[in-house]
């Protein structure tokens, strides 16, 4: 079945630096990705639709430049928390959309746990 | 934008019980109403849904009813087991934007032996 790959799974940094998630559609090509973020024991929040080949669509409240988002080729995505602080850390989770058996079939990444110390 | 609520955060049921977990919306144009099961650590998988054109689905031990007048939906799930024990969240969106999906704030389901 469709894979979703996200890397890496666990990241640990130092207040002030960059992180860069990357997520990987494993065999299928997708133009579209959206990035998630959860908190512990809180639901997913939708931070950004990511568009290949063009600007990503930010959801109301989420910083656009603080969390800067690339969709370069038809099969990753990246997601950089740029001078990440300790309230960046969190789960964050990607998905990928799949047109299969014409219906979109939305399929998740395991996720990426960023801790900013 | 769709604001989605979830009751309960908790609920704990003997095996064999059935659970129901309800969710609202706010947004009208939302017509796509998946569910999700996350274990602990793991992705969240997609375990039904239902779009705005049918009232009802059915999967086995697993159900989803929806009221588009009252903009709500619930999950059902009969002979719970064990390993149903996860958290599960709602979720909406619009069709055209399938993706965008406004999450509820989970329900942490724990089925006793």
């Known amino acids: 079945g469709a894979v979703v790959s996200q890397h890496p799974s666990r990241v640990i940094c130092k207040s002030g630096t960059s992180v860069k998630i990357e997520c990987r559609s494993l065999?299928?090509?997708?133009?579209?990705m959206f990035w998630y973020r959860q908190f512990p024991k809180k639901s997913l929040m939708l931070m950004a639709t990511?568009?290949?080949?063009?600007?990503?669509?930010?959801e109301q409240g989420v910083e656009k430049d603080k969390f800067l988002i690339n969709h370069a080729s038809l099969t990753l995505s990246t997601l950089t928390v740029t001078s990440a602080h300790p309230e960046d850390s969190s789960f964050y989770i990607c998905?990928?959309?799949?047109?299969?058996?014409?219906?979109?079939?939305?399929?998740f990444g395991a996720g990426s746990r960023l801790t900013v110390l | 934008g769709e604001n989605v609520e979830q009751h309960p955060s908790t609920l704990s049921v003997q095996e064999g019980d059935s659970a129901v977990i309800k969710c609202t919306y706010s947004?009208?144009?939302?017509?796509?109403f998946p569910w999700y099961k996350q274990e602990l650590g793991k992705r969240p998988q997609l375990i039904i849904d239902?779009?705005?054109?049918?009232g009802e689905k059915k999967d086995q031990r697993i159900a989803v009813t929806l009221n588009k007048t009252a903009k709500h939906f619930s999950l059902h799930i009969t002979e719970t087991q064990p390993e149903d024990s996860a958290v599960y969240f709602c979720?909406?969106?619009?069709?055209?934007?399938?993706?965008?999906?406004?999450f509820g704030r989970g329900t942490q389901l724990t089925v006793w032996p």
């Open positions: 979720a909406a969106s619009r069709g055209s934007t399938l993706g965008r999906l406004y």
């Open positions: 947004d009208s144009a939302s017509n796509y």
């Open positions: 065999d299928f090509q997708a133009t579209t």
């Open positions: 998905s990928a959309l799949r047109l299969l058996a014409g219906a979109n079939v939305l399929t």
């Open positions: 990511s568009n290949e080949g063009s600007k990503a669509t930010y």
């Open positions: 239902i779009r705005s054109n049918v």
